[in-house]
Structure formats: C-alpha cells, structure tokens
C-alpha cells in the first residue's frame, strides 16, 4: 500500500489518478516481461524507484528532440514512470494539474536521422491501453500480437 499523502508532503509530487488507481489495484510490475511498471518506495517492490528518478538527465540532443514536438520547444519537468526491457522510458510531461500530465516515450531503438520520441496528448492508463491495442507502437519492439498479456506485480497479484 502506497501511502500517497506521505509522498505528496515530503516529495511536493501529486500524481494522476489513473496512475494511483493502477498502483493501488496491481502494483508495480511488468507486462510480458518487457514493460515495467515503477511505483514510489513500497516494501518489498523491487519497481519502488519511481521517486528516485524525478527530473532526469537528458542529453543536449534528446531534449531538442522532444522540445521539437512540443508547444514553444519548451520541456516542462519529466518524471519517468515506465520502461521497456529493450530501453524505452515512457515518461510523464509534468505541466498542469497532475490528472493532464501527458506522456512522451523515448524509443531507443529507432531508425538513423528520426526522433526518438512520441508525445501522448492522454495519460499512463490512456498510453498503457493504446500500447496493449496495437494503437499506437511507440516501443522499440511490439507487445504480443495476439493480446493476451500477462501482468506480473511484485505482489505477485
């Protein structure tokens, strides 16, 4: 169990509800072994590094590349809150209140000369449910296609 108001007085970090509501239903974990899921510090929870990652570092060329795909080139404060087994960071873009935080993948793997990110105007669950659909394929490699996925928390839910 998360204790969510403990991390928004000492962190001053509020997070979307649609991330809080996976969190306290499945835990952290990963899909198919290749998408992991972190939460903040939960005892037990080897994805509880969410917090240890708050504004990461980013390389002079990474952050053209996604300034280039937003509003003004300007990066608001990013928060990474999932990764891929092949590298890829799906991470939260921090403007506005937390319930409109968009989401920007970084697919390591992409062809010479093209971006490697993909901004989201939805959220994680939105991103999570376009990712599990084959909507949208933002991943340096495909989830299963024949969707059925398998969920394995750390709670082992």
Known sequence: ???????????????????????????????????????????????????????????????????????????PPLLPFADSASSDVAFWLREGAPNNWRVAVFRRQTPYGKNHWTVFDGGMAW??????TGE??????????ENQYVFVSWRGV
């Open 127 to 132: 991103f999570l449910v376009a990712v599990l």
């Open 136 to 145: 949208v394929n933002p991943l340096s490699e495909r989830l299963s296609v």
């Open 1 to 75: 169990m998360v204790d969510w108001e403990e991390i928004e007085r000492t962190t001053r970090l509020t997070f979307p509800d649609d991330y809080r509501e996976f969190v306290e239903t499945y835990g952290g974990g990963e899909i198919d072994e290749y998408l992991s899921v972190s939460t903040p510090p939960v005892p037990g929870s080897a994805y509880g590094d969410l917090l240890d990652r708050v504004d990461p570092a980013l390389s002079d060329r990474d952050r053209e590349e996604l300034g280039s795909l937003l509003p003004g080139g300007l990066l």
